[in-house]
């Protein structure tokens, strides 16, 4: 396939330095391509570069000004910043991320202890 020149009673050493030199003829001159390629993405990421610095520091827009200072005040409010603490896992959140259920909406039988007995209820097992 690649035309290596080599007798069948060469000893796998032999074989080893055939090989080696076949592949270091191979990759010749191509370091250099390589390098050349890596320059010019540099040269190109210069360019940018320099024209950003060239632009810098940009003047922002009255309304994108606005539009930062606006969020920045809404999301640092108090109302926003408010927390609770949650009744079920008792951890502590923001005040918009819970919510309020309704009591008449929790199935308050999945509280009870396993050996709870209503009132007036007695356990025909005991006698």
């Known amino acids: ?6 007798a069948s009673g ?4 032999r074989l080893h330095r055939i090989v080696k030199c076949f592949i270091g003829r191979s990759v010749k001159g191509k370091k250099f391509l390589q390098s050349s390629t890596l320059q010019r993405s ?9 024209d950003i ?9 009255r309304t994108l000004m606005d539009a930062l200072v606006n969020n920045f005040k809404k999301n640092t409010s108090s ?3 408010t927390t609770s603490i949650c009744t079920s896992c ?7 991320q819970s919510w309020t259920v309704p009591i008449a909406e929790i199935d308050l039988t999945i509280l009870r202890w396993p ?3 209503e009132c007036g209820e007695t356990d025909d097992n005991s006698t």
């Open 90 to 96: 008792a951890e502590t959140m923001l005040k918009v």
């Open 53 to 61: 610095r060239s632009r810098w520091p940009e003047v922002l827009s």
């Open 79 to 81: 109302t926003e910043l």
């Open 10 to 13: 060469d000893s796998v050493s």
């Open 42 to 50: 540099c040269n190109s990421n210069e360019d940018e570069l320099r």
């Open 115 to 117: 050996d709870y007995h």
């Open 1 to 6: 396939m690649y035309n290596l020149e080599c």
